[in-house]
């Protein structure tokens, strides 16, 4: 049915998101944003922290700076250093998928190159990607628009209409389906709600559920 699957990282990969989040929500409020958890998970999960630069910029009153940005990359990198874990299953999902796809897999995500490698290397994942790992930030638009997941679907040299996507956020299920893809939703906890009104494929609540 598929002849490549294109697995986003964050919250499908590793489990991340509360750590990055948490970091992004202190140094917002560092900056003058008193802009709660909640608020904060709401308004970033699943897009990158400068496609909301105005919006930072008109809450804080200050530039959004690369000094500003460094600081904030190098504490999320170390808290995730600390803290990071797998998502429970993944190891053995991400390898059956391997396999029924003949190795044809990558990894797509929204966040910077960098902290993607960091990540999978840190989980022991890297393996499986190689050098298929691709990031919104090296392209002309990320997430929700497509060019990540056209990116890797042409790297593997496979029509993204033949492409599985696994995606945990509504902007990642948005470039997904931009792209022509099959979009498979995954949600940890709660009954996927955040693909509500999108034509995802089917929603799962755990990597044992992940199978070709």
């Given at each position: 049915m598929f002849e490549a699957v294109l697995f986003d990282c964050d919250g499908v990969l590793v489990d991340s998101?509360?750590?990055?989040?948490?970091?992004?929500?202190?140094?917002?409020?560092?900056?003058?944003?008193?802009?709660?958890?909640?608020?904060?998970e709401a308004l970033f999960i699943g897009r990158a922290v400068r496609d909301?630069?105005?919006?930072?910029?008109a809450e804080t009153g200050r530039p959004l700076t690369d000094a500003w940005m460094r600081d904030f990359?190098?504490?999320?990198?170390?808290?995730?250093?600390?803290?990071?874990?797998?998502?429970?299953?993944?190891?053995?999902?991400?390898?059956?998928?391997?396999?029924?796809?003949g190795g044809r897999i990558a990894c797509a995500?929204?966040?910077?190159?960098?902290?993607?490698?960091?990540?999978?290397?840190?989980?022991?994942?890297?393996?499986f990607f190689g050098d298929a790992i691709f990031s919104g930030h090296d392209l002309p638009r990320s997430k929700p628009h497509p060019d990540v997941y056209l990116?890797?679907?042409a790297h593997l040299g496979v029509d993204p209409r033949r492409c599985l996507v696994i995606e945990?956020?509504?902007?990642g299920a948005q470039a997904?389906?931009?792209?022509?893809?099959t979009v498979w939703g995954f949600c940890a906890q709660g009954h996927g709600r955040a693909f509500d009104g999108?034509?995802?494929a089917r929603v799962f609540h755990h990597m044992r559920e992940l199978r070709l």
């Open positions: 998101e509360p750590i990055t989040n948490g970091v992004l929500r202190e140094v917002l409020n560092e900056a003058g944003w008193a802009i709660t958890q909640p608020e904060c909301l630069q105005s919006r930072i910029e990359y190098a504490r999320r990198n170390a808290r995730l250093m600390a803290e990071l874990k797998a998502i429970d299953g993944v190891h053995e999902a991400v390898a059956q998928l391997h396999a029924s796809v995500s929204g966040a910077d190159r960098p902290k993607v490698v960091m990540q999978l290397d840190m989980v022991g994942l890297a393996p990116a890797a679907a945990d956020t509504a902007p997904g389906l931009a792209a022509g893809a999108l034509p995802v």
